[in-house]
C-alpha cells in the first residue's frame, strides 16, 4: 500500500479533479458528486455518486491489469481516492459499440438494442466547445489528432479491452452495450488506457430484462442515478 497524499489541484473537469503527489510520474484523482449530460446542458449534484464511479472503476482497471491491459490504475487509496500513472492523454474519445444505442442508433435511425454483427469503434475529437465530434480516420490523420499506426493500435486496444469487459459483464448477467475509453502516453512513452470505466462511460444493461444500469437512467429521466449504481457494484462485488 502507497502512502501518497493530495498535492496541487492540477485539473478540475466535469467528473473528477485531479492532484499532484509527490511522486512527479503519479496523479491523486478524486472522483466528483456531479452528473452532466448533453455536453453539460444538463447537470445535477448527486451525493454517493463520486465514491460508486471511484469503487467500480478501480475494480474494472482492476480486471483490465489481471488480464494485461496496462491502464493509468496504480490503487485505491480510500474510498474517495486513487493513484493513477500521469500521461498526456490523446485528446480522443474511443468508442467501442456492441449493440446500437445512443448517438449511434440516433445518427443512423436505428432502434436501439440491435446486436451488432462485430464490434465497432468510432473515434470522437475531445472537445467540449465542438461537442466531442464524431471523426473518420482520414479527418484524424489530416488533423493531425493521430498517425495511422496508432489509430490502428488504439482500435485494436479497444477491441481486446472489449473482449475482456464483455466477458466480464456476461458472467455477472450483464450485457456491455457500448463505452467509451481515453488513452495517453507515460513519460517513458508507453501507451496505456487512463481516465475512467464506469457506469459514466459505459452502457449496460440487464441481460434478462435490459434494465438500464448506467448513466441513461440520469439523461433520460428513468430513476436514481445512485440506486442504479449502487445495485450494478452490488452485482459486480456480491453477484446480487
Ligand atoms: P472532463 O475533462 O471531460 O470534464 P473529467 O472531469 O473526467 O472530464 O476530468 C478528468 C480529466 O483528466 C480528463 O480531461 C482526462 O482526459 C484527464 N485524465 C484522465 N486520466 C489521466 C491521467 N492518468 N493523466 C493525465 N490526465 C488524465
Ligand atoms: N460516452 C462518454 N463520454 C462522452 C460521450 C460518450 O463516456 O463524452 C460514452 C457513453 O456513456 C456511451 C458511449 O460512450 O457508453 C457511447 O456514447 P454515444 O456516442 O452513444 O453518445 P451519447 O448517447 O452518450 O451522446
Not at 129 to 146: I, M, R, S, W
Not at 158 to 180: H, M, P, Q, R, S
Amino acid at each position: 500500500m502507497t502512502t501518497a497524499s493530495a498535492g496541487e489541484l492540477l485539473y478540475e473537469g466535469k467528473a473528477k479533479k485531479l492532484y499532484a503527489t509527490e511522486d512527479g510520474d503519479r496523479l491523486l484523482v478524486r472522483y466528483k458528486d456531479e452528473a452532466t449530460a448533453y455536453n453539460g446542458e444538463k447537470h445535477a449534484m448527486i451525493p454517493g455518486k463520486s465514491r460508486l464511479n471511484h469503487e467500480i472503476s478501480s475494480l474494472l482497471f482492476s480486471v483490465l491489469e489481471a488480464k494485461g491491459v496496462s491502464t493509468h490504475f496504480i490503487e485505491r487509496l480510500s474510498d474517495k481516492e486513487q493513484l493513477v500513472r500521469k500521461v498526456t492523454i490523446i485528446p480522443l474519445e474511443v468508442v467501442v459499440r456492441n449493440v446500437t444505442a445512443g448517438s449511434f442508433a440516433k445518427r443512423f435511425g436505428q432502434e436501439e438494442g440491435i446486436v451488432l454483427p462485430f464490434s465497432v469503434v468510432d473515434f470522437h475529437v475531445k472537445d467540449d466547445a465542438l461537442g466531442d465530434p464524431l471523426a473518420t480516420d482520414d479527418q484524424l490523420l489530416v488533423l493531425q489528432y493521430a498517425g495511422k499506426g496508432e489509430l490502428e493500435t488504439l482500435k485494436q486496444r479497444a477491441l481486446e479491452v472489449n473482449d475482456i469487459l464483455k466477458e466480464y459483464f456476461a458472467d455477472k448477467g450483464i450485457t456491455l452495450i457500448d463505452f467509451k475509453l481515453e488513452f495517453g502516453y507515460t513519460e517513458a512513452g508507453e501507451l496505456i488506457v487512463a481516465d475512467e470505466i464506469s457506469p459514466d462511460t459505459c452502457r449496460l444493461w440487464d441481460q434478462k430484462t435490459n434494465e438500464k444500469l448506467d448513466k441513461d437512467v440520469f439523461r433520460r429521466d428513468l430513476g436514481s442515478l445512485p440506486e442504479t449504481y449502487e445495485k450494478l457494484y452490488k452485482r459486480l462485488t456480491e453477484g446480487k
